[in-house]
Nanobody, 121 residues
């Protein structure tokens, strides 16, 4: 079945950077939008960034100017470059593949296991 594997998380100081990766297998990668979510204990899952098959990107306001989502279709991998990290960015980050139908996106059950990002001094 489809498998997504996140990696790249870790412990960094405020102001630091991390680059998360989401590698896909058994997926027609080019047909899907790739989406990064994050979740902290006791809070709802939050959509962080999305990139569609045409390269159009969207970001939650809190990360605009700091995070960049990208994709490498040949490698079937999506990335999230996170700069100027803040303690508020601490969360488990997950990737998801979403179907694109026109302007609409439909999340699938294709999820990775998550990678922990901790921003602390």
């Amino acid at each position: 079945q489809v498998q997504l594997v996140e990696s790249g998380g870790g412990l960094v100081q405020p102001g630091g950077s991390l680059r998360l990766s989401c590698a896909a297998s058994r997926l027609i990668f080019n047909d899907f939008a790739m989406v990064w979510y994050r979740q902290v204990p006791g809070k709802q899952r939050e959509l962080v960034a999305r990139i569609n098959s045409g390269g159009t990107t969207n970001y939650v306001d809190d990360v605009k100017g700091r995070f960049t989502i990208s994709r490498d279709n040949a490698k079937k991998t999506a990335y999230l470059q996170m700069n100027t990290l803040k303690p508020e960015d601490t969360a488990v980050y997950y990737c998801n593949a979403a179907l694109e139908i026109g302007r609409f996106y439909f999340g699938t059950e294709y999820w990775g296991q998550g990678t922990q990002v901790t921003v602390s001094s």
